[in-house]
């Protein structure tokens, strides 16, 4: 039988391939692009036929009809790895529950001890060998259907093809069933106007960038800042190893500075795990050689990303007590995003030759109610803690850089204070003193 006989033997419409789910059963949705939304659709149909049906996703864009369809969760229960601004608003609602994770670890995860009854990914089209590709979001793809006793991949025609070190694909003969439909335009993170306090975190990050540097960028305004900024510099030879690959590194391209020709893991290749972005990134990432898409099991292994000289790591955080422990998935106690893969490169990027780790974050931000609110507290009361002090180094504010390796408690709530907002240093520096970390010849 040729590939073509055996995709039209499995293609089934998106209500018949989600006739197999059964009620007990767990079934996946893997990360962002992959996210199978006929399949979802004609899943959420049979809420009244099912009941406990458990879903897990990841950095899904929404809507999630499964999830929506149910407030009671009695026939669907949604569950995510790492939260987008859409899974961040269901878990507000009680309709999603976060799943504590690093990236690193995640496929292991799924060998080792998860069941998947059902795992339904969308993917582009065929191509003549028989291959699906993965697109944007092969990082996690292959070891969630690897591990399901049902793979149903639904045909995404706007997907791009992102060619990969390995893992980016599955061949027909691997699948159960196949689905087609029209989709609407892939979702966008479109790039917010970088604020002040933004643009001057990027400044202070920015001298540490040299010729050959190899980058890990996240999201959001600094990365952008830092991306403008190396685009307009003398700064030469830049590669890219990122668990998730954003509009940054586009910017980076056109100006000539992203080469990865320098790199010493994967020379003249940007690695990624995960792409997302806008339209510029997909259509940039679609068919180049430039790019290679890997598991993020090996994108994000400590040993690996040590193996990178020269290796820069800039993420975000949510905020930092004076131990230097730092939360960056949740306010309080509320859920709104995830570890990631920031444990995995603060761990990797300091082992490199020449490496740093940058975590970012604007010095206060404003509560419900018009207050202003420092983002370094004196401790922690029900922060999750992503990053241990144990573990720190650089944290970034609009006041400054400091480098907490090897401070002591007293070093570490001076360097913090000191990148404080000004109208918080004065009851900082007396609550450090009533936790006995303020050294009394410090200079106020």
Known sequence: MGVYDDYRAKLRTPEQAAAVVKS??????TTTLGFPALLDAALAKRRDELTDVKIRG??????VQAAECDPGREHFTYNSWHLSGYERKLCDRGL?????????NLASYYRDYLTVNVAMAAVTPMDKHGYFNFSGAAGVSRAILDRADIVILEVNEHLPRVHGGWGESIHISEVDYVVEGEHGPLPEIPVSAPTAAERKIGEFVFPHIHDGATLQLGIGGTPAVIGSLLAASDVKDLGMHTELCSDAYVDLYEAGKLTNARKTEFPHKGVTGIICGTKRLYDWADDNPAIAICPLEYVNRPEVIARQAGMISVNGCVAADLYGQVCSESAGTRQVSG??????????????????AFLCMTSTYTDKTGAVRSRIVPTFHGDIVTSPRSQMYWIVTEYGAVNLAGRSTWERAEALIS??????????????????????????
């Open 96 to 104: 999603c529950s976060y799943i504590p994770m690093v990236f690193r």
């Open 24 to 29: 007990g059963d767990w079934v996946d949705y």
């Open 58 to 63: 990841n950095l899904i864009f929404g809507p």
């Open 339 to 356: 570890t990631g893969g920031q444990l995995d490169y603060l761990t990797g990027a300091p082992m490199a030759p020449g490496g740093q």
């Open 419 to 444: 990148i404080a907002h000004p109208d918080f240093r004065e009851e900082l520096i007396a609550a450090a003193q009533t936790q006995n970390i303020w050294r009394r010849s410090n200079k106020r």
